[in-house]
C-alpha cells in the first residue's frame, strides 16, 4: 500500500468515525486496512518458507491465488502467495480457511452457545458484519466445540460448595404435536 493509499484510508476512517458511520462492514474503512495487513504477513511468511533450502530443492514462487476472507470486518477478497511446489502452509490464513481467525468463529459459538439457530446466527452475522456464512460452515464451528462441552458436563465436581445459586428458565416446546412444558435449570456453585 502506497503512502497516498494509506493517507486516503485514515482519511476515510476519520470521517466515517466522525459521521458515526461503522468503520467495519462492506463499506468500511477497516476491511481495506486489514487486507493490507494479511496480505503483507503472508508475503512475509512466503520468504520466509522459501529459504535456501527449499530453493534448493527448486521451489520458488508461482504466483497468487485469490481467497475470499470472512471476519468481524465484513468479506474482502485476499491475494495469496504460492510456490511451485505447492508445500507453502501459511499460519495467518491457513489452506482452506475461510473465516479469519477465530474472532468470528468464538462469537458465532458464543449466540449458538444461547440457543440461537444456525439461521438466527446467519443473519445476525450477516448484519452485524456484513458477512455472509453458509449453515454447512456454521455446523463444522459449532461442531468443533461439542467434545469441549461434552468434556465439561462430565467433568467431576467438586465435593463441597459454599455457595450456590439455583435458577431456571421455563418454556414452551412443540413434540409430537404438543406442546410441553421444560425447564433449563442454572446452577452456579463457589468452592472454596
Not at 463499506?27 to 520468504?47: C, Q, R, T, V, Y
Amino acid at each position: 500500500m502506497t503512502t497516498k493509499e494509506q493517507q486516503e484510508l485514515e482519511k476515510k476512517a476519520l470521517e466515517q468515525f466522525m459521521s458515526g458511520k461503522s468503520l467495519f462492514g462492506k463499506d468500511g474503512a477497516f476491511a481495506p486496512m486489514l487486507k493490507n495487513f494479511i496480505e503483507k504477513a503472508l508475503e512475509s511468511e512466503m520468504e520466509g518458507h522459501l529459504d535456501e533450502q527449499e530453493r534448493s530443492k527448486g521451489n520458488k514462487r508461482n504466483g497468487k491465488g485469490r481467497k475470499t476472507i470472512k471476519s468481524g470486518f465484513g468479506t474482502f477478497d485476499i491475494e495469496t502467495p504460492q510456490d511451485r511446489q505447492s508445500s507453502f502452509e501459511p499460519e495467518l490464513v491457513k489452506k482452506r480457511q475461510s473465516i479469519l481467525a477465530d474472532n468470528l468463529s468464538d462469537k458465532i459459538i458464543g449466540l449458538y452457545g444461547l440457543g440461537m439457530s444456525y439461521r438466527d446466527i446467519s443473519s445476525h452475522i450477516k448484519e452485524m458484519y456484513d458477512t455472509d456464512i453458509s449453515h454447512t460452515v456454521l455446523s463444522q464451528i459449532t461442531d468443533r466445540i461439542i467434545p469441549d462441552v461434552k468434556a465439561w458436563q462430565n467433568r467431576p465436581l467438586e465435593p463441597l460448595y459454599c455457595i450456590v445459586w439455583l435458577d431456571a428458565m421455563h418454556y414452551k416446546v412443540k413434540v409430537e404435536g404438543k406442546i410441553v412444558h421444560k425447564a433449563l435449570y442454572n446452577i452456579l456453585g463457589i468452592n472454596k
